[in-house]
């Protein structure tokens, strides 16, 4: 059974940080982009990164840049994304993501996490 997992979610001050974590378990992801994506309440699902399989190439939805680093180690099928400068319009639940290419369309990508919380305090 294939599944991916986040951890590392939580409750921050404006201005705080916070490492999220996805584990991927039943087949090896390397071969495959890996994605974030968040969904404020109310609102629709939006990309937030995403990363090529070779972890060379990455890309950031605007509000992220500059603030947020999405990583992979494919030896531990986990991606990560550093969050710093947390503001409080980035609570929502992050879900974690894997596809065959690293494109902002959530369509694109097979498998997904549960999601994980993180809530930002001002």
């Known amino acids: 059974q294939v599944q991916l997992v986040e951890s590392g979610g939580g409750l921050v001050q404006a201005g705080g940080s916070l490492r999220l974590s996805c584990a991927a378990s039943g087949r090896t992801f390397s071969t495959y982009a890996r994605g974030w994506f968040r969904q404020a309440p109310g609102k629709e699902r939006e990309f937030v990164a995403t990363?090529?399989?070779?972890?060379?190439?990455?890309i950031y939805t605007d509000s992220v840049k500059g603030r947020f680093t999405i990583s992979r180690d494919n030896a531990k099928n986990t991606v990560y994304l550093q969050m710093n400068s947390l503001k409080p319009e980035d609570t929502a639940v992050y879900y974690c993501a894997a596809g065959r290419l690293p494109v902002l369309a959530s369509t694109y990508y097979d498998y997904w996490g549960q999601g994980t919380q993180v809530t930002v305090s001002s």
């Open positions: 990363i090529n399989s070779s972890g060379g190439s990455t």
